[in-house]
């Protein structure tokens, strides 16, 4: 089932996102680039998530922006966590620093639970780490740092 899923999406998705990838490397033209840039950014259909992965994950060679931006803000719009996943695969997984600190930056706006998770569970060990968290109060107008440790990790 879950085969003939990615299957479908690809067949729906792989073609248009693949053409939106030549055009942006190839065209110097701001108009040519804004509207493939366009195209990609309204994607919010699900089923196209895969097709998303296999194309940052897999593609190393082709300049990358504008085309990895369009394909982040499209999957920050997503509310899935299988999208945030696909983000965090991309920061541990690309070999280009800039691709992985671009694909961190689109998770600000992802709910912490979508992906928080999948990042905790990379920990191959215990781990303990220190933290500096701010908060602000309404009735003062001073930020309060608090410092906590935090164990995670794999345990076995």
């Not at 990358?64 to 803000?73: G, H, I, M, V, Y």
């Not at 996943?85 to 991309?90: A, H, L």
């Not at 639970?113 to 701010?134: G, H, K, Q, W, Y």
Request: proline residues 7%; aromatic residues 6%; glycine residues 2%.
């Amino acid at each position: 089932v879950e085969e003939a899923a990615a299957k479908k999406a690809m067949a729906r998705w792989g073609a248009p996102l693949e053409a939106a990838r030549k055009q942006l490397a190839i065209s110097k033209a701001d108009k040519v680039i804004d509207t493939a840039q366009k195209r990609i950014e309204e994607i919010v259909d699900p089923d196209a998530i895969p097709v998303f992965r296999s194309l940052l994950i897999s593609d190393t060679k082709t300049p990358p922006f504008p085309f990895t931006k369009s394909c982040f803000a499209a999957l920050a719009r997503m509310e899935q966590p299988a999208a945030s996943q696909v983000i965090v695969e991309t920061v541990y997984h690309h070999p280009d620093p800039m691709i992985a600190a671009e694909a961190a930056q689109a998770l600000a706006n992802h709910d912490l639970m979508s992906f928080v998770p999948v990042l905790m569970s990379r920990f191959d060990a215990p781990t303990e780490f220190t933290a500096n968290i701010v908060s602000s109060s309404e009735t003062t107008t001073r930020n309060e740092t608090e410092t906590r440790k935090v164990k995670t990790g794999k345990t076995d």
